[in-house]
């Protein structure tokens, strides 16, 4: 299953650290960890979705955008921090990183 990564990671927050689904694997992980006291039709809509990208019915992205939209609607979901300028390697005129 290692090799159905999503095409973008899903960040969850459990308020101290930020989590992140790369993958289908990832994603069975965080949902059979999720309370069952807490679980309900989204829930079960995200959980059904990565059952039916495993079986190759849907796209793996519609499994990615199934779990997101659960966490989101837990109020989870992360979005990815913009890089800072310094990590874009943005060039100078004369070949450096501009500072």
Not at 34 to 42: C, L, Q, S, V
Not at 72 to 85: D, F, M, N, T, Y
């Amino acid at each position: 299953m290692g090799d159905r990564m999503f095409d973008q990671p899903v960040l969850v927050s459990n308020g101290q650290f930020i989590q992140e689904l790369g993958c289908l694997e990832d994603a069975f992980d965080f949902l059979h960890d999720w309370p069952r006291e807490r679980r309900g039709p989204i829930f079960e809509t995200a959980f059904r979705a990565c059952q039916r990208a495993y079986d190759g019915q849907v796209s793996l992205s519609v499994a990615r955008d199934a779990v997101a939209g659960f966490a989101r609607s837990v109020k989870i979901l992360q979005e990815p921090l913009a890089p800072l300028p310094w990590m874009g390697g943005m060039n100078s005129d004369r070949g450096g990183i501009a500072a």
